[in-house]
């Protein structure tokens, strides 16, 4: 069983930083593929992060210079979240999903998803 548990989030001023942390159990984080994601009122679901498998670490372009995705001990990932403005407001989501041939991830929704934690800007 594979379970993940967002933690971290909050308000604050345009300009400001978050760290999202992400307790995961039941596996390890270099077995997986492990992300995080976020959802706007009224938009998609967007990856905002991943990493793991052959791809190694991606991050969406909205993102990029910004936010940062981490592991430590195997068992917590992080997302260091910088610069924040309003279109990071959302809910973000950890998720994790296994290798394809144990090297690659798939395209699509994932396995394994935490609960969310909400992530405001509130300028």
């Known amino acids: 069983q594979v379970q993940l548990a967002e933690s971290g989030g909050g308000s604050v001023q345009t300009g400001g930083s978050l760290r999202l942390s992400c307790a995961l159990s039941?596996?390890?984080?270099?077995?997986?593929?492990v992300g995080w994601f976020r959802q706007a009122p009224g938009k998609e679901r967007e990856e905002v992060a991943r990493?793991?498998?052959?791809?190694?670490i991606r991050y969406a372009a909205s993102v990029t210079g910004r936010f940062t995705i981490s592991e430590e001990n195997t068992n917590t990932l992080y997302l260091q979240m910088d610069s924040l403005s309003p279109e990071d407001t959302a809910m973000y989501y950890c998720?994790?999903?296994?290798?394809?041939?144990?090297?690659?991830?798939?395209?699509?929704?994932?396995?394994?998803w935490g609960r969310g934690t909400q992530v405001t800007d509130s300028s």
């Open positions: 998720a994790a999903d296994a290798l394809v041939w144990g090297k690659y991830c798939r395209t699509g929704d994932w396995n394994h």
């Open positions: 990493m793991g498998g052959e791809v190694g």
């Open positions: 039941g596996t390890a984080i270099s077995r997986l593929c």
